[in-house]
C-alpha cells in the first residue's frame, strides 16, 4: 500500500528569472496590470476591507459579502508573494501587509478565521461543508501564507493560518470526538500540504490525507450534516454527489467526474498527499482518472469540462466547441494536478499536458493588456448569447468578450498566481536528476547535493523549436539533465558543448548524465511544423474538422483577419501551411498562413432552406491567418473558431 | 387601417373525414391511444379531479396543483371534442361529460372560473397576469368549450365559459374602469375568436383585438401589477419582456421573439383577430414576423425556438442541431399561425409551412405507439444530457426518449388536439374558391353559396405525389378548385376527367375554374424526388451538410439502421438516392436508401488528438438507410441526425 518514496523537488518561483520570451512578457503584464487591477476590484466590491465588517455595518448585507470572499483574497495574496519572489514591489507588499494585518485581526480567539462566518452569520460555521465553502477559502489563505512567508520571511499571515489548521484539525478527522467532515469544493487539500511544507508540521499532511479518505464514505458525512440541519440528504440542489467528487471514495474512482475545477483541485491535492505519503493506492487511482481525462475529456487547449450545468465534465468524447465551458479556473488547476502528478510519476505525458494548458486554456482567460478575464473559453464563437446569464440578452447577439470582474471572480486572482509562479513549473529535480519542463529564456537554480546548479536558457520558444541551455556550476557535478521532447515534436537534435549527442528518451525526456562543468552548453533543437491535428472519431463535434498545431500552441481564426462565416472556410487537405512570426501582433507572436476555400453557393436565393439542385456552388480561393487560440477576442468582436472544416 | 374583409372559411372536424392514409392511421392511433393516456395521467396527478379539491382537502398543495392544470384538462377536452365529431364514442363522452360538470361547479357565482384559484390562493386571483397563466387557462377552457359544443351539441362547457369571458370582459379592457391587462402567455385570444365564432358575440372579438391592441403599450400593465404586488418590476424574473413578446406594441414588432410557444399563439390569434375586424395594420406586422421567422429562425422540421434558456427565439440563423430546443407545443403552434394567415392572406407560403411543422416537427412529439411524448425535439441527438434536467444525471450517458408525462405536460394534450382536428386543416374556402391544402384519403366537406362540395381524395401522400381528388355535388356549381402545389414540388400535372389540364398557379395553388359536376375528377401529379437540402450558408450549424428531405417528410439516420458515430457517415454529392416504402416498418413508411461513405482514420492510436500526418484515412462504402424524422427514437435507442455530413 506504501512506498518508500518522496516526490520531486520543485523550486520556488524566486528561484526562478523568467527575463524574457513568453513568460517574461506575461509576467511583466501580470505584476503591472493584472495584480493592480484585481486588488482595486477586491476594493471596489468590498472583499479587501471585509474583514473589517462588523454586523452593525450598513455595508453588512448577504447580497454583498459573498461566503468564497476570502478565496479571492487569498489568491491576490498568494500572487502578490510570487510576484514578491522575483520583484520586489515595496507598494504593493505594503498593500498587502495591510490585508493581512486585517485578516490577523478577524481571527477569532480560537484560531477560526473567516470574514463571512465571523461577521455575517456567525452562528452557522461549520453547518454545511457541502456548499459553504469555509475549507475552500481556508485552502487558499494557506497557501498564501505558504507563498508570503517564502517571500517575505513575515510570519502574520503563516502563523494565522497554523493557527486556523490546528483549529481545524482539532474539529476534523478520524477520531472519534471529531466530525468525520471533508469540503465540498475541494482545494484545502493542497493548501495543507504547503503548509506542511512550509512548517514542517506533518499534522497538516495528515489532515490532508484524512479530506482525501474520509471523502464518499458512508455513512455519507454530507448526508449527516444535512439532517442535522433539519434538511433532506436527498434534496441536495445538485441531486448527486458526483458534482463534487463524493459519490465514493476516490480510490475507487475511474474517471474525471462533476465541477471540473473541485475534480482538478482534488486530484493535485490527492497527488500531493500520495507523494508525501506514499501511498501508491492514490497514484493508481489517479492514473486512472488522468488516463481517462487526458483520452476523452480534454480540449485540445487543456480545457476542461464542456457542461455549464455543472460547470464540468459529461462523459467521454463529449466536447462540443461553442457551447463549451471550459472554465479558466480547470485548465489552471489541470496545471497544478499535471505537475504534482509528473513529481510523483516522472513522465512527460503529465508535462505534456501541463504546456498545453499552460499555453493554451489557461492563456486564453487573461486579455493581451492584462485587465479582462474569461471566465469560459469556448473553442467557437458566434454572436452570442451569454451562458452565465441564463435569463437576459436573449434576443441581443453579441460577441463574447473578457470582462473586468464576474459575481463570482474566481478566475482573475487564479491566473494571476499561476502567472506570477510559473517559474516554478519549469523544472522538477530528485538528488540525481534535473528535469526541465518548460523552454524560455532566463535562468532557474536548483540545490542538488552536488550544490547548486544554475539552467540559463536562450530560446524564441514557443515560436521556434530551438533551445540553447547554459549549465552554471560553483564546482563540477554528476547529475542526468532530462530535458523534455514535447509530444507534439516529431524529432529532435541534442549537441553538448557543440557535439551533436544521442540521447536517451525515458518517459518523454531526453536524458544526459554526466560530469557537467560551469558553462557547459546543451542546443536543444525541436523540429516544430505546423500540425493538422485530427480528433478522435468519437468526438462528434470535430468530425471533418482539424485544428492547427505548431509547438505548444493551438492556433484559431478570428473573423478580424478571415471575415465572417467561418464556417464556410474550408482547409484543403493539400494546402501548404506557413509559419510566421507576425512582429506587429501583440508584440510578436506566431501566425499560421495558408490557402483556403470559402465555399458560398453563389445562387441562394436567400430562403432558409433550398434543395442542392438548384444552387451553384461557389468554391473563393482566400488565404487564411490564424493566430494563437489564448490571444482571441483581444482585437474587434467577431466570429472565432479553432476547429476548421477540411476540404 | 381597416379593409372590408372576412378570413377564408375552414371546415370543422366533423365535415372531414380522413379514412386512412397517414392522418387516418394518426387519428385511429390518436382516439384509441393518445387521448385515453392523457386522461390517464390527468387522473393520476390529480387534474382530472381538481375542480373537486377544497381547501380543506388533503391534497390541497402548492406542490401538486400547478397553476395552468386548466389548460391540461382543457386541451385533453378539446382533443375529445374534435375526435367525437369524425367517431362517436359514448363513453369518452361521458368521461368528459363527468369533467366538464365538476368544471362548471366550480364556477364561482361571478363567473371567475379557475382551479387554482378557487381553491389553493383564493385570494390571489389577477394579481399577476404576467406569470401566472389565469388567462391562459381561460383561453384553452374556451377552445375545449366551442370544440365541445360543435361536437355534441352540449351547451354546459360553453355556457360556463361565456359567462366566464363576459367576467373578464367587464375587468379588462380599454374603459376607464376596467384593468388595461393582457396575459403574460397569449392563447386566449385564440380562445376569444373561437367563442365569437361559436356563439356571434362580438364582445369576445373585441376583448381579444383589445388584450393584442394594449400588449407591449406603456405605461407597462406588468410594471403597474408588480408594483401593486409590492415588487420591484425591474426583478422580473426573466429580466426583459421580450420573453412574452410585450416588450412593445405587436404592430411595432418586426422578428420572432422570446417564447416560442407564446409568440406563436399570439400570431395566430393577432391573425384571427386581424381576420374578423379588418385591420390590416395587424398584418402587415404579422407578415414581417412571418418572413423573419420562416427565412430565419426555423428549423427545416417545422421546429421553432432553438433555446433552452427562454424556451424560444434567439436570433437569426442560429439554429443549433444537437441542443435544439423545438418544442413541441411551438411547431404545433406554429400550424395554427400558418392556418389563420392562409385564412386572411391566401398563400401557399403559409401552408407550405404548414405542412412542414405538421408532418415533421409536430408528429415527432408522439411516438409511434401514441403513448410517450417529445418536449423537446433536436434535430441530432447522442448519448446525452437531459436538458430538463440540469442538475441531474450529468454524469450518466443516455439517450433521448419520449416520456409518458412530464411535470409541465403542455405538448401531449396539444398533440392530441391537433391530430384530433387536422381534417379542419385540409381546406380552406371562400365563397367562389376552394383551396385543398393537404393530401390524405378520405373526403371533406365544404358549403359554398351554390351548395354543397365534397372532395374525396385517393392517395398515397406523403409517400406518393399521385392523388386522385373526386368532386362530390347536389348539383353543378361554378367555383374554383385551387389545390396547393407544395414547394418542395419541382414539377406537376393536371388532368381533369381524364384530359391534361394547363392550371393557372396563383400565390402556390393551381386554379381550376370551371363548373364542376358530380364525379368530376382531378388527377394531380406532383413530382416528388429526394432532395439534398442545404441551409443557409449563415446557418453555421449546418456547413458543409445536406438533410434528406422527400414530398413534405423530412429523414433522419438513426444508429439502429446506421450503426454508430453517424457524423463519421459522409454522403457523397453524387450517391444515388433512391425512396421506398418500407412496409416491415411502422405499418409502411417511406425510407431513403443510398451509398455513402464512413471515414474513420484506421491508425488512429487511441488518444484524444493526433497530427494527420500519422493518421491513414480509411472511406469505407457503406449503405445508408434514413427513416422519417417524425418517427426516430421509436426503436433501439441510439443516435439521430438529420444534418449529415457531405463529400
Redesign the interface.
Known amino acids: 500500500m506504501t512506498a518508500n518514496w518522496e516526490p520531486l523537488h520543485s523550486v520556488p518561483a524566486s528561484q526562478a528569472s523568467l527575463t524574457g520570451g513568453y513568460w517574461g512578457a506575461r509576467q511583466r503584464i501580470n505584476r503591472t496590470v493584472t495584480i493592480p487591477a484585481i486588488y482595486q476590484q477586491l476594493e471596489r466590491t468590498g472583499r479587501a476591507s471585509a474583514w473589517m465588517l462588523r454586523e452593525s455595518d450598513e455595508r453588512h448585507d448577504h447580497r454583498i459579502v459573498h461566503k468564497f470572499w476570502d478565496s479571492d483574497l487569498g489568491k491576490w495574496l498568494e500572487a502578490v508573494g510570487y510576484s514578491l519572489m522575483s520583484q520586489p514591489d515595496p507598494e504593493l507588499e505594503r498593500l498587502a501587509d495591510g490585508v493581512i494585518q486585517a485578516i490577523a485581526a478577524g481571527q477569532l480567539p480560537d484560531g477560526y478565521l473567516n470574514s463571512y462566518f465571523t461577521v455575517i452569520e456567525p452562528d452557522q460555521k461549520w453547518r454545511n461543508l457541502r456548499d459553504w465553502h469555509e475549507l475552500y477559502n481556508a485552502g487558499h489563505l494557506m497557501e498564501s501564507a505558504a507563498a508570503y512567508y517564502q517571500a517575505t520571511g513575515k510570519r502574520v499571515l503563516l502563523d494565522a493560518l497554523t493557527r486556523y489548521a490546528d483549529h481545524i484539525d482539532e474539529r476534523f478527522g478520524a477520531e472519534e470526538h471529531k466530525r468525520h467532515g471533508y469540503p465540498g469544493h475541494p482545494e484545502i487539500e493542497l493548501g495543507l500540504v504547503k503548509l506542511y511544507r512550509t512548517t514542517g508540521e506533518r499534522r497538516y499532511l495528515n489532515l490532508a490525507k484524512y479530506f482525501v479518505d474520509e471523502r464518499g464514505q458512508s455513512p455519507h458525512y454530507f448526508d449527516i450534516e444535512a439532517t442535522e440541519r433539519g434538511e433532506d440528504p436527498r434534496k441536495f ?4 454527489y ?2 463534487c467528487q463524493a459519490h465514493k471514495p476516490l480510490r475507487e474512482q475511474t ?1 474525471a ?2 465541477h471540473a475545477v473541485r475534480a482538478a483541485y482534488l486530484y493535485a491535492g490527492a497527488a500531493d498527499v500520495s507523494g508525501h505519503t506514499g501511498d501508491s493506492t492514490l497514484l493508481d487511482a489517479l492514473r486512472l482518472i488522468w488516463d481517462d481525462l ?3 475529456q ?1 480540449y ?1 487547449t487543456g480545457g476542461l469540462g464542456p ?1 455549464h ?2 460547470e ?5 468524447y ?1 466536447l ?1 466547441n ?2 463549451a465551458y471550459a472554465e479558466t479556473c480547470a485548465s489552471i488547476a489541470l496545471v497544478f494536478w499535471a505537475k504534482s502528478m509528473f513529481d510523483i510519476d516522472p513522465d512527460s505525458r503529465y508535462t505534456d499536458v501541463m504546456e498545453r494548458a499552460l499555453y493554451n486554456g489557461t492563456m486564453a482567460g487573461v486579455s493581451y493588456e492584462g485587465g479582462h478575464f474569461f471566465y469560459a473559453n469556448p473553442l467557437t464563437s ?2 452570442y ?1 451569454n451562458p452565465h446569464a ?3 440578452g ?4 453579441k460577441h463574447y468578450r473578457r470582462e473586468e470582474w464576474f459575481d463570482c471572480p474566481c478566475c482573475p486572482p487564479n491566473l494571476a498566481r499561476m502567472v506570477a509562479n510559473v517559474g516554478a513549473y519549469v523544472l522538477s529535480h530528485s538528488a540525481d536528476t534535473l528535469y526541465v519542463h518548460l523552454y524560455n529564456p532566463g535562468s532557474v537554480r536548483a540545490s542538488l547535493p552536488g550544490g547548486q546548479v544554475r539552467i540559463e536558457q536562450q530560446t524564441d520558444y514557443p515560436w521556434a523549436g530551438d533551445i540553447q541551455l547554459t549549465v552554471r556550476l560553483d564546482q563540477p557535478a554528476a547529475f542526468s539533465l532530462a530535458l523534455r521532447i514535447p509530444d ?1 515534436c ?1 524529432g529532435f537534435q541534442v549537441r553538448v558543448n557543440g557535439s551533436t549527442t544521442g540521447a536517451d528518451v525515458q518517459r518523454g525526456y531526453a536524458r544526459l548524465t554526466r560530469t557537467w562543468n560551469d558553462g557547459d552548453t546543451v542546443e536543444l533543437a525541436l523540429a516544430m511544423p505546423v ?11 470535430n ?2 474538422m ?2 492547427l ?1 505548431r509547438g505548444p500552441i493551438v492556433y484559431c481564426l478570428e473573423e478580424v483577419d478571415n471575415g465572417a ?4 472556410v ?1 482547409i484543403p ?1 493539400g494546402a501548404v501551411l506557413r509559419a510566421d512570426v507576425d512582429n506587429a501582433l501583440f508584440g510578436g507572436v506566431g501566425v499560421i498562413t495558408g490557402d483556403a476555400i470559402r ?3 453563389a445562387a ?1 436565393s ?8 438548384v ?1 451553384r456552388d461557389e468554391n473563393q480561393p482566400v488565404t487564411f491567418k490564424a493566430i494563437p487560440y489564448s490571444l482571441w477576442a483581444n482585437r474587434q468582436p467577431g466570429e472565432m473558431r479553432v476547429w476548421m ?1 477540411e476540404g
Do not use: C
Not at 436573449?394 to 447577439?397: D, F, G, H, K, P
Not at 500540425?531 to 462528434?540: D, G, L, Q, Y
Not at 436567400?606 to 439542385?613: C, D, T
Open positions: 440542489w445538485f441531486k448527486t458526483h458534482y474517471t467526474t462533476g487526458t483520452s476523452k480534454m485540445v457542461a450545468a455543472n464540468g465534465f459529461t462523459f467521454g463529449d462540443p461553442e457551447s458566434y454572436p448569447v441564463h435569463f437576459s436573449i434576443n441581443t447577439a507534439w516529431p500540425e493538422r491535428i485530427a480528433a478522435h472519431p468519437k468526438v462528434r463535434h468530425a471533418g482539424i485544428a498545431q462565416e467561418l464556417a464556410n474550408v487537405r465555399s458560398v453557393p441562394w436567400g430562403g432558409l432552406y433550398q434543395p442542392q439542385r444552387l472544416r
